[in-house]
């Protein structure tokens, strides 16, 4: 199987000039392939891609300080952003054509061919550069890295090494047969059996302190020492919220994954519960679509059932004592009290037990 480690890199300064270097090689290399195949006339191909890029490592020689694959595989990445687009105007969606790229903008090049470069131990050895770069940990996995896509983001350099193994410990044995997960903005997940993550909320928490940064920025000049650095920090504080935001989803997926061989979750409209204005940064800050991607890709690899129950079932309406059906329950009413057979739970514990009950049709 393959499997990816995402590594923080501590590379010299000698060494993050070269990072920098390779990354502006690369969006340049991009910029112009998407330009010259964007004119009137001009259809897209690899083969003619290739041909483009030939001329142009002649008219930048610069592109040979880097290692070629940093550069060169932009025909692939540019390969890729077209094939979406096409199938997107295919199916009537909205299209999105592929956009030029900015410098300081998801700052990145993938070397995809493993003789480029070397992982021993707790460094990384890259084409055309003498020494090895640092690296924070040792690989999770043991196996054959097979690619690595570096990035910078918030000053930072990160490695992300696609690793074929097999050694990896799937979780399946003493589980609990099955659990309902109820999510929402106050506790992020509500359990059937009671266990209960609360949302941590760590934008809300810091929109004080990202105030005030901004404030600072939108004061000093552009192009300034001081805005580049109050820019770096604003970076840093994203960086730090979107990092806590993950973890806690990584923490509720292992659990869950770990503890269970069939988990359900709702279906939630996400995309529709941020057009609430009164919700939006709540709900967008609770990553409901980060922890359900994090569920689909550890159920499979733990061996564990997700369910994913449709979104008109009324989980949070019906009573899990004797099933009746309320006609409303507006959100104020934190708890459940069915008329039937006098049931009083809280509401989310409720639909999580209606959730673990669930039977796809």
């Known amino acids: 199987m393959l499997l990816a480690h995402k590594i923080e890199l501590r590379p010299t300064e000698m ?3 070269y990072l920098d270097r390779a990354c502006g090689s690369k969006r340049h290399a991009f910029n112009q ?6 004119q009137d006339g001009v259809k897209w191909s690899k083969k003619a891609a290739n041909e ?5 490592r002649l008219t930048f020689p610069w592109y040979g300080e880097v290692s070629q694959r940093a550069t060169r595989n932009t025909i692939d990445d540019l390969d890729n952003a077209f094939k979406h687009f096409f199938r997107r105007v295919r199916l009537g969606k909205k ?4 956009t030029f790229k900015k410098r300081g903008v998801n700052d990145s090049f993938a070397l995809r061919e493993k003789e480029k470069f070397h992982v021993v131990g707790r460094t990384l050895r890259i084409e055309k550069l003498k020494a090895p770069i640092k690296m924070r940990q040792q690989l999770r996995f043991v196996g054959e890295a097979r690619q690595v896509t570096i990035s910078k983001r918030a000053g930072k350099y990160f490695a992300s090494i696609l690793v074929e193994t097999q050694d990896y410990n799937p979780k399946d044995s003493n589980r609990a047969a099955s659990v309902g997960v109820d999510f929402g903005i106050k506790e992020l997940a509500t359990c059937s059996n009671g266990v209960v993550f609360a949302a941590s909320q760590k934008l809300k928490a810091s929109l004080n302190r990202l105030a005030r940064k901004q404030r600072n920025l939108a004061k000093q000049v552009r192009g300034s020492n001081r805005y580049a650095k109050t820019k ?3 970076a840093k504080l994203h960086k730090r919220i979107a990092d806590q935001r993950q973890a806690l989803a990584h923490q509720v997926s292992d659990y869950l994954t770990a503890h269970f061989d069939r988990i359900v979750i709702e279906d939630l409209n996400v995309s529709g519960m941020v057009k609430n204005r009164k919700l939006a940064r709540a709900v967008a800050d609770c990553g409901f679509y980060m922890l359900r991607q994090q569920l689909e890709y550890k159920s499979a690899l733990r061996n564990c059932e997700l369910v994913v129950a449709s979104r008109w079932f009324a989980s949070s309406k019906t009573c899990s004592g004797c099933g009746a059906v309320k006609e409303s329950l507006p959100l104020s009413m934190r708890t459940y009290d069915c008329d039937h057979c006098n049931t009083n739970l809280d509401r989310d514990l409720n639909a999580s037990i209606n959730l673990n009950n669930y039977m796809a049709a």
């Open 15 to 17: 060494q993050a000039e």
């Open 33 to 38: 392939l998407l330009a010259h195949f964007s």
């Open 52 to 56: 483009v890029y030939k001329q142009l």
């Open 95 to 98: 299209a999105g054509y592929p």
């Open 232 to 234: 770096l920090s604003i």
